[in-house]
């Protein structure tokens, strides 16, 4: 398996085989997307206020195949979330506010990066035939998206910005186009992404800068095509500053981007002039990864045209690497593919 020691140092390490606790299978981890939020871990060897325990297996973004029992032989993808059930938000059903769940590939839970896991059956979703491999990796962001769009929703015909273009940007995107929004305007700092954007039902694509405190430079043309509803996605103030100057007044902004110092500011005379509504989104609601799989099996999104890159797991560490670059999309990790005779 892959495990995270500190920034930059991701080793590969030989472990015993894991065993299934109560409600739980093992399951053939067939692949793995890597996330902006691994990128965190990654870079300074913590997200937000959480930082490493110990050494961690990252990935929490996957799907594979049921080794054993009733399920045996399975496709399926994983809900990373294991909420507790018992405190005040899982009672009311906002599981993905639960104030104590296990989560793949965070604090002592690790995650995905590695052949064989135990993961409970009750998390694990079938997935049809019409959704490929590691398509299957794209589905939990898919569902964050969806959870993203349900805080801020819009309506048919309306006008929605994406400021941020990642992959979970790319699938926004893709939702909102497929929502039937008449105006989707999507930025980046990275040309490639916005392109991506464009070819992927953008109407609107804007190469702009990381500076919040320019105001010549922010955002540029971005800022002159009004929304009804923007998507922050990129985790930093420049994006959050974009969308706020592009939305309408009365509208609403949701953060789905992760900042890296834990820290967002906005310009507060802007929101306030408009009276905006902020509404911060927290990964996925237990209903979105089922919703994924029919919105992915529908084809209503492409989700093969966000991966650029697949590795196998010996090669986790060149995997990172990848993804710290940003060069691409989807970088996937395939722990049932053989390691590449690089040295
Ligand atoms: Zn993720
Ligand atoms: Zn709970």
Partial sequence: MARLYGPGDVQ???????????????????????????????????????????????GHEFGGVILAG???GERVAADPADPCGRCEPCRRGRTNICIAPRF???????????SVMPWPSHLLHRVPDAIA??????????????????????AVGARAGVYGCGPLGLLLVQLLRARGASV?????????????????????????????DDPAAVGGEARDVPVDV?????????????????????????????PDDDRSSFPAAAARRKELSFHVCRRMAQTDLPRAIAVAEAGQVDLSALITHRFPLGDASDAFAMLASRHGRKVVVNPALPASDRP
Avoid at 38 to 46: A, K, M, Q, S, V
């Fill in 230 to 258: 923007a998507f922050e996605v990129a985790g930093d103030d420049a994006a959050i500053a974009d969308a706020i100057a592009a939305v309408k007044p009365g509208g609403r902004v949701a953060l789905v981007g992760i």
């Fill in 12 to 58: 590969l390490t030989r472990e015993a085989a894991p065993s299934s606790g109560p409600g739980e299978v093992l399951l053939e981890v067939t692949a793995v997307g890597l996330c902006g939020s691994d990128l965190h871990w990654y870079r300074r060897g913590g997200i937000g206020d959480a930082g490493l325990i110990r050494p961690l297996v990252l």
């Fill in 184 to 212: 989707i305007v999507a930025t980046d700092r990275l040309a490639h992404r916005v392109a991506a954007a464009r070819a992927l039902g953008a109407t609107h694509g804007f190469v702009v800068s990381a500076e919040p």
């Fill in 70 to 72: 009733p399920r045996a």
């Fill in 133 to 154: 491999d590691d398509e299957v990796a794209l589905l939990e962001p898919l569902g964050v998206a969806l959870h993203a769009l349900d805080l801020a929703p819009i």
């Fill in 104 to 114: 793949a590939g965070f604090g002592t839970t690790d995650g995905a990066l590695r």
